[in-house]
């Protein structure tokens, strides 16, 4: 099995910066592509920023030039910086890890709140 931790959610005022961390462990032979998505209430769940084992990135229009998305393949970590939070930025935030053993499977973890005030 393969567990898949955020954590570094919060409360934020805007113009704020959090940082968010996401480790994967369990039976993982190598872990492909991880990322970021988040859902806000009343909202479909929608990707934020991923970042390949190779280390090349996508995001979100809404969040380039704000949020940097980094990796530490050692430790199956993937790191998401958001800078310049605006209110809008408010979801539950959801890691996601593309975990290879014989094949690919996703894995998510269960999520942590951002909020960030006005």
């Known amino acids: 099995q393969v567990q898949v931790v955020e954590s570094g959610g919060g409360l934020v005022q805007a113009g704020g910066s959090l940082r968010l961390s996401c480790a994967a462990s369990g039976r993982i032979f190598s872990i492909n592509s991880m990322g970021w998505h988040r859902q806000a209430p009343g909202k479909q769940r929608e990707l934020v920023a991923t970042i390949t084992s190779g280390g090349s990135t996508n995001y979100a229009d809404s969040v380039k030039g704000r949020f940097t998305i980094s990796r530490d393949n050692a430790k199956n970590t993937v790191y998401l910086q958001m800078n310049s939070l605006k209110p809008e930025d408010t979801a539950v935030y959801y890691c996601?890890?593309?975990?290879?053993?014989?094949?690919?499977?996703?894995?998510w973890g269960q999520g942590t709140q951002v909020t960030v005030s006005s």
């Open positions: 996601n890890a593309k975990v290879v053993h014989v094949r690919e499977y996703d894995y």
